[in-house]
């Protein structure tokens, strides 16, 4: 990008590389977190439950229906967030409005915080049940090492999430550059021409100065009138012979 613009994106309408997006740490701690959330969903998903002997599958989570649940919620929501955050990084130095950008930097500090919290309560949730799954619940070892996966890899998003968090509150706190935008950005709307004045100087008056100006502008504009006693021709005299 050419130039830091405001919450750490470059200037509105800069070109984006997409070399460098990729190599930048918050693409590539999305990218992780995205992985290990397919990771946890799909590892309960395809073999988190087994058949113990009946037409009924049982949640290789102490047969406990609400960890495999959680882990699945956790998993897919986790999955679906990275990929719509990956596409807002991407397009996020298109967002000309400042306020626009402060309130999708605030969405991503409070969802992945949130987000890290609920991984942290999965890897407690999940390992807890594991240590209480007895070998007869599992013969065979049915679905131990989709168990270990999702609860290690949910350990991994804590990591990953906690550092996209880290990244949110760094964007946020570099605020807004005000020498790039002015106060008509602020909305989103383009900046008002300004509009010759009528004084000698040749100075040009915006619509926000019209009021602090009011009395300057009204003395330049009514000047005296061209033909007064001082310009007046002189007066013819008679010579006396």
């Given amino acids: 990008m050419d130039g830091v613009g405001s919450f750490g994106a470059g200037r509105t309408g800069s070109t984006l590389d997409p070399i460098a997006f990729a190599k930048q740490p918050q693409t590539i701690l999305r990218v992780l977190s995205w992985i290990f959330s397919l990771v946890v969903f799909a590892s309960i ?58 309130k999708a930097v605030m969405l991503e500090v409070g969802f992945s ?75 989103g709307s383009a900046p008002a021409q300004p509009y010759p004045s009528n004084s000698p100087g040749g100075t040009t008056t915006g619509p926000g100065s019209a009021g602090s100006a009011g009395v300057e502008g009204a003395a330049d504009t009514y000047q005296n009138p061209p033909f007064t006693e001082n310009n007046a021709a002189p007066t013819y005299q008679v010579p006396i012979y």
């Fill in 45 to 102: 998903v395809n073999e988190g439950y087994v058949n113990m002997g009946s037409e009924r599958l049982h949640c290789v989570f102490n047969k406990n229906a609400d960890a495999c649940n959680y882990g699945v919620f956790v998993g897919l929501v986790g999955l679906l967030a990275c990929s719509f955050f990956f596409l807002l990084d991407y397009k996020f130095s298109s967002i000309s409005s400042v306020k626009d950008r402060k």
């Fill in 113 to 187: 915080g949130f987000w890290a919290f609920l991984y942290f309560v999965s890897f407690c949730f999940l390992a807890n049940q594991w240590s209480r799954t007895t070998p007869d619940e599992l013969p065979l070892n049915q679905g131990a090492d989709a168990a270990r996966a999702a609860i290690a890899f949910s350990f991994f998003s804590i990591l990953t999430w906690a550092g996209l968090t880290v990244r949110a509150v760094q964007k946020y706190l570099l605020g807004t550059d005000m020498t790039l935008f002015t106060s008509e950005h602020m909305d």
